[in-house]
Structures are given as C-alpha cells and as structure tokens.
C-alpha cells in the first residue's frame, strides 16, 4: 500500500521559515514526479511547487525565489523549504506523487495523496 505522510507544519510569525518533509512508503518514487500544493476552506486545491524524475524544479509564481523543493531519493523523501512566509501562505500543505516523469500543475495528474499538514503564518 502505497502512503505519503507529511509532516513540518505549524504556526509561525510572517517572515519566518518552515520545512515541510513527506515520507514516501509502499513504492519507490524516485523516476517519477512529485510536488506540493496546498488548499484553503472553500477553495480549489493549488499548485505550489513540484519536482520531477532528474531534479527539475518548478513553481507557482506566488512560491518562486521564497520556496524551494527539493528531493532525497534514497530516502524515498520530498521536502519543502518555506522562507519568507506570508498570511497568504496559510493552508493545508499537501504532498503529492505520480505514475509520470515530468511534472504537471494539476492535481488530477497526480494519483498517490498524503492527508496534508497545516500551516498557519500569523501577522
């Protein structure tokens, strides 16, 4: 059974920096995509950054030059680097895998899910 669980979120002040981690397990996804996208109460599930099977990397504007993604592949591991956090920033974070190499923005191109892990940026 294939889980990706996450984990880092919390409560932070604006300005300050969060790691978000996910922890593949049941299969190895180290030749495929991954990526993050988060989701706040009433609306649609958004792309923040993903990363495919050699390491590229791509963002969403509002992410891009404050977050980083990165993965470990021996560790069957994907992270994301949260610096510069805004109140905009606020939402449930979650991990996402696919069956593909290249990655993609929309969500519906990713098949495995982690539960998500909250992350709130306070004022």
């Known amino acids: 059974q294939v889980q990706l669980v996450e984990s880092g979120g919390g409560l932070v002040q604006a300005g300050e920096s969060l790691r978000l981690s996910c922890a593949a397990s049941?299969?190895?996804?180290?030749?495929?995509?991954m990526a993050w996208f988060r989701q706040v109460p009433g609306k649609e599930r958004e792309f923040v950054a993903a990363?495919?099977?050699?390491?590229?990397?791509y963002y969403a504007d509002s992410v891009r030059g404050r977050f980083t993604i990165s993965r470990d592949n021996a560790k069957n591991m994907v992270y994301l680097q949260m610096n510069s956090l805004k109140n905009e920033d606020t939402a449930v974070y979650y991990c996402a895998g696919s069956n593909v190499r290249y990655y993609d923005t929309s969500p519906s191109r990713y098949d495995f899910w982690g539960q998500g892990t909250q992350v709130t940026v306070s004022s």
């Open positions: 990363i495919n099977w050699a390491s590229a990397t």
């Open positions: 049941g299969r190895t996804f180290s030749g495929y995509a």
